[in-house]
Nanobody, 118 residues
């Protein structure tokens, strides 16, 4: 059974920081590309950051310089360190894992809410 469990969301003032974590189980994590999407009310889900199995990272333009994605293959976790948070970062943040072994498939977590107050 595959599970992706996010944690670390919450309410923070603008300019503050949060660290989101996602613990994976049931997949070959080290062979998976993983990352975070977010969805704000009334908006489409958008990619925030991703990290490949080889460690290459990608960030959406609006978070570059404020957000760092990292992975720990020993603990099967992916984290998102978010600094200098803005009200427009308010959204539900979803962890995903795109596996290639035994097949190509994308799994999703249930999401964690981030609210940034002005």
């Amino acid at each position: 059974q595959v599970q992706l469990v996010e944690s670390g969301g919450g309410l923070v003032q603008a300019g503050g920081s949060l660290r989101l974590s996602c613990a994976a189980s049931g997949i070959i994590f080290r062979a998976s590309d993983v990352g975070w999407y977010r969805q704000a009310p009334g908006k489409q889900r958008e990619l925030v950051a991703s990290i490949t199995s080889g460690g290459s990272t990608t960030y959406t333009h609006s978070v570059k310089g404020r957000v760092t994605i990292s992975r720990d293959n020993a603990r099967d976790t992916v984290s998102l360190q978010m600094n200098s948070l803005k009200p427009e970062d308010t959204a539900v943040y979803y962890c995903y894992a795109r596996t290639v072994i035994p097949s190509v498939y994308t799994y999703w977590g249930l999401g964690t809410q981030v609210i940034v107050s002005s």
